[in-house]
């Protein structure tokens, strides 16, 4: 009904010679903005592919498209920075090939608007991964850089030392700087810290974080000299529940490193994977005050078909583990955009890149899965109902932002509008 009188207001207000002053206007959510503090009902008003207004009580016929988002959350587009998605190569076995998955395909239905891709491609190879990829896909994809040359390519490809160039890797990301957010090693096997300072040099070099996936854990290079000693303020440990990572004593106490690594100013970002998540690990260290800074899904083929599935999974398991739905958003939201020094990102600021997420919490008996096929059951999980990238409908799991077919007549014609519909473009603003 609230469409249908919006629709009616609309055009009585262009008959009147006066055209709506919003696109799209998402009314009575729940708002939750970390950025500015804010986590109330509010209505969302977005024009030109910008955030126009964020106020309570907008009057739906300043609006040509209102959507109802009463009993759901509101929230900025969700930004999964550690995926995997240089798909399309050919390359076997590998994140920089037919390990990764094409973005489009899986974030816009998780309410995910911007992903990082974690290192698939390195200097040598990025060029390719930008024209393939990052140039092509609707969702924002930024990258961090391997420092190995040839990336993520498995097997001897990312042990090769002498592929691990700071200097290289450093001038590749200060070419594109609207695009590359971080330095990345990963899967290191050897007994030295060649990796991780390298990689760490590269970002000193241009400026930005380093995302560590630690590889083999070896007594030579102990995990609590890396978060202690090597990595930077800002910098990055990614698989913070890994199985390897000594994080609870044996009688279930949390370490006090890890806490004195966070007060240093190291991150923890979750990077489920699907190898990299356990209940025992996460359950166990939440309970005693140590959740993630950031959610990330460490999206590729194996984790999205096992137990990681999708950014609002690792979500929900969050949520079932203790969080609340505030925390969950604002480590899906704004502390991975600060993270990624993106700070454009992830909120809702008026001026800012319209990309808008609508959240439903369902109630229920659910059950989540860990890396080591372990269940825990839950009674509450997300799901998004609408997501809104760059001012477009991307997504819509219920269609709540069109109109019944039996109110359009026998002859309905296509429903799109070019200013706030990214699915069809048939019609001009203001008709129908």
Do not use: C
């Not at 993630?292 to 460490?298: E, K, Q, V, Y």
């Not at 969050?318 to 992830?346: C, F, H, K």
């Not at 009674?379 to 997504?395: C, S």
Request: hydrophobic share 40%; aromatic share 8%.
């Amino acid at each position: 009904m609230l469409l249908r009188l919006t629709l009616l207001a609309a055009l009585a207000t262009a008959a009147a010679g006066q055209e709506p002053q919003y696109d799209l206007l998402i009314k009575n959510g729940h708002v939750i903005d970390a950025k500015n503090h804010l986590s109330a009902i509010r209505d969302v008003a977005i024009r030109d592919h910008k955030i126009a207004a964020v106020a309570a009580n907008i009057p739906p016929g300043r609006a040509f498209k209102v959507i109802d988002a009463r009993g759901m959350y509101v929230t900025p587009g969700l930004v999964d920075m550690h995926v995997h998605v240089y798909a399309g190569t050919g390359q076997k076995n590998a994140y920089s090939g037919d390990l990764s998955v094409y973005p489009d395909g899986f974030t816009f239905r998780s309410g995910v608007t911007t992903v990082a891709d974690a290192g698939s491609s390195g200097w040598r190879n990025f060029p390719d991964f930008k024209d393939r990829v990052i140039d092509r896909a609707k969702t924002r994809v930024l990258a961090f850089l391997n420092i190995v040359g040839k990336g993520m390519g498995g097997g001897k490809i990312e042990q090769d030392v002498s592929d691990m160039d700071a200097q290289a890797t450093a001038k590749r990301a200060l070419e594109f700087p609207q695009v590359v957010v971080g330095i990345k090693t990963a899967h290191f096997a050897g007994p030295e810290w060649v990796a991780v300072d390298r990689a760490v040099e590269a970002g000193t070099i241009a400026h930005i974080p380093v995302m560590v996936d630690f590889g083999t854990f070896r007594p030579e290079r102990p995990y609590q000299e890396l978060v202690l000693k090597h990595l930077r303020p800002g910098d990055i440990s990614t698989h913070m529940y890994l199985d390897a990572v000594p994080l609870l004593d044996e009688k279930g106490t949390i370490l006090p490193y890890v806490f004195e690594a966070r007060k240093r100013g190291v991150i923890f970002d979750l990077g489920h994977g699907a190898g990299s998540f356990l209940f025992r690990q996460a359950a166990g260290a939440m309970h005693q005050g140590f959740g993630p800074d950031s959610i990330s899904t460490d999206l590729h083929v194996s984790s999205m078909n096992s137990g990681m599935k999708d950014m609002l999974n690792v979500m929900s398991k969050m949520l079932n583990l203790g969080e609340t739905i505030d925390q969950v958003i604002t480590q899906s939201t704004w502390n991975p955009a600060r993270e990624i020094r993106r700070e454009e990102l992830g909120n809702l600021d008026v001026g800012a890149d319209a990309d808008v997420t609508i959240l439903r919490v369902e109630r229920g008996d659910f059950g989540f899965v860990d890396s080591f096929g372990a269940r825990m059951k839950g009674n509450q999980r997300l799901v998004a109902e609408l997501t809104v990238r760059d001012g477009l409908v991307v997504w819509d799991q219920n269609g709540i932002s069109r109109e019944d077919y039996g109110k359009l007549g026998p002859k309905y014609r296509p429903q799109g509008d070019n200013r706030w519909d990214g699915t069809i473009n048939s019609t001009v603003r203001g008709r129908r």
